[in-house]
């Protein structure tokens, strides 16, 4: 993840505490995986600012039934509809698991 | 996990969902939006 939006994040993080939540639209599940490791557990890479700081922000993917159940479906069909389609659903959200158990 | 009242990042990418379309969706569910981003690896 960019240096700066790894910066931005923290400040928001910081700014706002535990209302805070990540909702991703990583298209894989290795995108998906490192950014939500990024902002749950710190940045993997140890290059940007969240090197070894695990924010434990909560964090989900739009295709997850748990937040595109909250949301308008004409809205989700014209903004998501499309890329539901080509996405691998099932592999992306094992990503995102994956970082949730590990904490 | 409800995000009506929630203060959410929308964290997209190019060649995924984009931020915004991330964004106006969340809106529509109660969540106020703090930031939107969109990640491009090329």
Redesign the interface.
Same mark, same amino acid.
């Given at each position: 993840m960019d240096l700066e939006d790894q910066s931005l994040i923290q400040r928001i993080a910081e700014e706002h505490g535990s209302d805070v939540v990540v909702v991703l639209g990583q298209p894989d599940a290795d995108s998906a995986e490192i950014t939500a490791e990024t902002v749950h557990n710190g940045d993997p890479t140890w290059a940007g600012p969240l090197a070894g700081v695990p924010l434990r922000l909560p964090v989900y993917h739009i295709l997850e039934d748990e937040v595109k159940g909250q949301i308008d479906p004409a809205t989700y069909e014209a903004e998501v509809g499309l890329m539901v389609l080509t996405l691998d659903r099932e592999r992306i959200l094992e990503g995102l698991n994956r970082v949730r158990n590990s904490a | 996990? /409800?995000? $009506? %009242? $929630? $203060?959410?990042?929308?964290? %997209? /990418?190019r060649?995924?969902?984009?931020?915004t379309?991330?964004a106006?969706?969340?809106k529509?569910?109660?969540?106020e939006v703090?930031?939107t981003?969109t990640?491009c690896?090329v």
């Open positions: - | 996990m /409800e995000l $009506k %009242g $929630k $203060k959410v990042i929308a964290l %997209g /990418e060649d995924g969902i984009p931020g379309s991330i106006d969706c969340l529509t569910a109660g969540a703090v930031l981003l990640q690896y």
